[in-house]
């Protein structure tokens, strides 16, 4: 090999390792990672239902009224506070019920009930049994009587749920007979 070449293939080494030095020591950073964001978790259902409530509704109900009998819907409103001890609630509730059904001629108008309830914390599901006092007025009179069935709430987050109750209805005297019904509701509920 005669110098030139030397010389040429001496450079051609010089020039590749040191731009390999110089890259490999470069000032511009490695790009970085993508940042990946965590999932935003819903907040869980608590099992707690020690609280206030309100809501709304809507049941059927077969009446009778001594010898006669009716049937018909009717929508109410409810509000209460639970107690959660642990396994079981306790509480109590005002309910309205506005009626348009007609019994032997009289007319069941509406009704109030003030129930004591104590059920079975299941976590997000509320089974509980319900009595109380109610007072109902017709076109035939008012009267006293009491209420009493069993029911269920189911939450679907920490505000809203939904239940159905049965309930067994009795006032000694509307027109001179007694008036007894079984209603069975659908509940919405927002809890607070």
Request: aromatic fraction near 12%; proline fraction near 4%; glycine fraction near 18%.
């Amino acid at each position: 090999m005669n110098r030139i070449t030397t010389l040429i293939v001496g450079t051609a080494l010089t020039v590749t390792v040191g731009a390999g030095a110089a890259l490999a020591g470069s000032p511009t950073p490695a790009p970085a990672d993508p940042v990946v964001p965590a999932p935003i978790a819903p907040m869980p259902v608590t099992g707690d239902w020690t609280g206030g409530y309100f809501g709304g509704s809507l049941a059927y109900g077969d009446w009778d009224l001594g010898a006669a009998n009716g049937s018909g819907r009717n929508e109410g409103a409810f509000a209460g506070y639970d107690y959660d001890f642990g396994s079981y609630v306790a509480g109590g509730e005002v309910q309205y019920i506005g009626h348009d059904v007609v019994v032997g001629g009289a007319k069941l108008q509406d009704m109030w009930r003030v129930k004591g309830r104590l059920g079975y914390d299941a976590g997000k599901t509320l089974i509980y049994g319900t009595a109380g006092y109610a007072s109902a007025s017709t076109n035939a009179g008012d009267s006293d009587g009491y209420v009493a069935g069993v029911g269920v709430d189911y939450r679907f987050d920490n505000n809203i749920t939904l239940g159905a109750e049965y309930l067994y209805n009795e006032f000694d005297n509307i027109g001179g007979n007694k008036l007894s019904g079984n209603t069975i509701e659908a509940r919405i509920g927002y809890r607070f």
